[in-house]
């Protein structure tokens, strides 16, 4: 399931995803981030994954080419989770990120409030 979160406002949208990730979600949070690039021109997007969220092959290859299209467009991308695996792949594409323009950071559940902070400054 993914939940939009209530802190969103303006360029930053915040997005709670659970369970598994279906196209028919992944098409949804799509057109979501379309309209508030639209209206923006750049997105800051904090992600707060659960510990059970997982995507299905062709939402997660759908992701992705979203995400290369886009990838001028995303300004911050605000990571939170409870998980060594989603640490390592932040620090991992960090770099890259850079590269491109993209600010990437990592935030553990209980500092969800740095989070917020960091993706809106």
């Known amino acids: 399931m993914i939940t939009k979160l209530p802190e969103s406002q303006g360029s930053v949208l915040g997005v709670k995803i659970s369970g598994k990730v279906t196209t028919e979600m992944e098409d949804d949070l799509i057109k979501t981030c379309d309209k508030v690039i639209q209206a923006h021109g750049k997105i800051d997007v904090l992600v707060f994954l659960d510990e059970h969220v997982r995507w299905g092959l062709k939402a997660g290859i759908e992701d992705l080419k979203w995400a290369m299209k886009h990838i001028k467009d995303i300004k911050k991308v605000a990571v939170v989770a409870?998980?060594?695996?989603?640490?390592w792949y932040v620090a991992l594409d960090k770099p890259f990120g850079k590269m491109v323009g993209i600010e990437e950071k990592?935030?553990?559940?209980?500092?969800?409030?740095?989070?917020?902070?960091?993706i809106k400054e």
């Open 82 to 87: 409870d998980s060594p695996f989603y640490k």
């Open 106 to 118: 990592y935030f553990k559940p209980q500092d969800l409030a740095d989070a917020w902070s960091w």
